[in-house]
C-alpha cells in the first residue's frame, strides 16, 4: 500500500535542472539539499551539465516541480505544457509569477565589489562584464558605475568587440589583443572588476605577458566565486562570495510552497551576498599618500607575525599621531583596524580551503592566543570560525 493511501505525505520528486561545472551551482544545489534533508528527503533528478550545455527536462521525466536555470525557449515550453511549478535560479531570466526568481542581489554585488575597491584608496576602478550574447542584465555593471561615481573616482568600462561577443568560453579569447591593449591602457593602480573566474584568470594572463604586477598595479576582484579557477591562477583570485547555498535553500523552499499551491512573490527573491573572498589578486591599496601606502604594505607582509602597529611605526620611522592621522583622513580606520582586518580576512580564506586546526590558523594570522582570534573573528565577521568553516564546507 502507497504512502499516500495511508495518509503519509509522498515524498516530493523535483527536477534539478542547472549546469554542474561551476562552484556556484554546486552551492545552489547544498542549499536544496539541505531544504530537502529538512522536510524527510525529496527524489532528486539531476545529470551533470556543463555552463554552455542546453538544458533540458527529459519527455518521461514525471515529478512536483523544477529547480533550474530556465534560460532556454525549449525548457521553458516543456516546463510550461507540463504545467510544473518552477523556481529559477539564473541572472539570465527576468522575475514572473510563472517562473519566479531566486538569485544572488545583483545590485548588492555590484555595490559590494566597487566597495572593495573604493575602500582600499582605489579612485581608477576598471569592469570586464558578461559578453552580451549570454543574456545578462547590466544591474551588476550598473550598481558598480553608481558606486564608483557616488564617491567620485573614475570608471573604466571594457568594451565587447562583435566578435567577442559571439564566442563562447565568456567572449573573451576572441581578441585578446584587444583587451590588452586596454589593459596596458588604464591608469595605474586600477582595481578591476571582473564578471567570473575565467575572465579573472585571462586578466592575469595577459598582465604577466605585459610586465603589469598583479596586484600591485592591476587589482582583481571576480564577481563569481570559484575556489579551482583561483588555485590554477598564477596568483589566486579574490572573488564574492554570493551565497549560493542560501539561494538553492530559499529556492527549495519556494518550489515547496507553489507546489502546496500558494501563490508566487511579485517580487524575486534576492539574497545578499555574504561578503568577499579576499585572496592575493586584489591584496593591494590604491592610496597615493606615501605612508599610508608603505604602511599598508608592510601590514599586509607582515601580518602573519605577532606584530603591533608600533612595529610599523619603526619600520616607517614616523611616529603614531602621524600615521594615525593620515590613516584616518585617507582610509577612514586606524592602522589597529587594517591590522585586524588584513588578518581575519586572511583567516576567513584558510578556514574555506584548508584543514588547519583554528589554533593553526590563529598562529598563521599572528594571533598569539586561539582566544583572541575567535573573539577578533566574531567581531569582525558576525561569525565564529567553527561555524564559518562549517557553513563554508559541509
Known amino acids: 500500500m502507497s504512502n499516500s493511501l495511508l495518509g503519509v505525505p509522498a515524498r516530493r520528486s523535483i527536477a534539478l535542472i542547472v549546469q554542474t561545472a561551476t562552484e556556484w551551482s554546486r552551492e545552489v544545489l547544498r542549499g536544496v539539499a539541505d531544504y530537502a534533508r529538512e522536510q524527510g528527503g525529496w527524489d532528486c533528478f539531476i545529470e551533470p551539465h556543463g555552463f554552455w550545455d542546453e538544458l533540458h527536462l ?24 507540463r504545467k510544473l511549478p518552477c523556481v529559477n535560479v539564473s541572472w539570465s531570466r527576468e522575475h ?27 579612485r581608477n576602478i576598471a569592469y570586464i562584464g558578461a559578453a552580451p550574447h549570454m543574456g545578462y542584465s547590466s544591474l ?13 573616482a573614475t570608471l573604466h568600462t571594457f568594451q565587447y568587440t562583435p566578435q567577442q561577443s559571439m564566442i563562447r568560453e565568456h567572449g573573451i579569447r576572441a581578441d585578446t589583443a584587444g583587451l590588452q ?16 573566474a575565467i575572465i579573472g584568470r585571462s586578466v592575469m594572463t595577459l598582465c604577466a605577458n605585459s610586465t603589469i604586477e598583479v596586484p600591485d598595479d592591476v587589482a582583481i576582484l571576480c564577481v563569481e566565486h570559484d575556489a579551482l579557477m583561483s588555485a590554477l591562477a598564477p596568483v589566486e583570485l579574490s572573488s564574492l562570495d554570493q551565497a549560493g547555498r542560501t539561494v538553492g535553500y530559499k529556492a527549495a523552499e519556494l518550489l515547496d510552497r507553489l507546489i502546496q499551491g500558494e501563490p508566487a512573490p511579485e517580487q524575486p527573491i534576492e539574497v545578499p551576498p555574504r561578503g568577499v573572498v579576499a585572496r592575493r589578486s ?23 607575525e605577532p606584530i603591533q ?39 576567513a580564506v584558510l578556514l574555506r580551503d584548508t584543514e ?24 569582525l565577521m558576525d561569525d565564529v570560525p567553527s561555524h564559518y568553516r562549517r557553513s563554508n564546507r559541509e
Request: hydrophobic share 40%; with cysteine.
Open 356 to 379: 588547519l586546526s583554528i589554533p593553526d590558523i590563529a598562529f598563521r594570522c599572528g594571533f598569539n592566543h586561539p582566544e583572541s582570534f575567535i573573539r577578533c573573528f566574531k567581531r
Open 309 to 347: 602597529i608600533h612595529d610599523v611605526e619603526k619600520a616607517l620611522n614616523v611616529s603614531r599621531r602621524v600615521l594615525e592621522n593620515r590613516f584616518e583622513r585617507l582610509v577612514g580606520r586606524s592602522p589597529a583596524d587594517v591590522l585586524r582586518r588584513v588578518r581575519i580576512e586572511r583567516a
Open 58 to 81: 527529459p519527455q518521461d521525466w514525471k515529478g512536483h516541480g523544477v529547480i533550474g536555470r530556465v534560460t532556454h525557449p525549449t525548457l521553458v515550453r516543456s516546463i510550461t505544457r
Open 140 to 152: 551588476v555593471g550598473d550598481a558598480v558605475r553608481e558606486t564608483v561615481a557616488q564617491d567620485e
Open 282 to 304: 586584489s591584496d593591494a591599496t590604491g592610496f597615493q599618500d606615501e605612508v599610508v601606502t608603505e604602511a599598508i604594505r608592510y601590514i599586509r607582509d607582515h601580518a602573519d
Open 181 to 196: 591593449r586596454w589593459l596596458l591602457e588604464l591608469p595605474k593602480p586600477v582595481g578591476i572588476i571582473v564578471w567570473s
Open 96 to 122: 514572473s509569477p510563472r517562473f519566479p526568481n531566486v538569485v544572488s542581489d545583483q545590485r548588492a554585488c555590484g555595490q559590494m565589489a566597487a566597495r572593495h575597491f573604493l575602500d582600499r584608496g582605489f
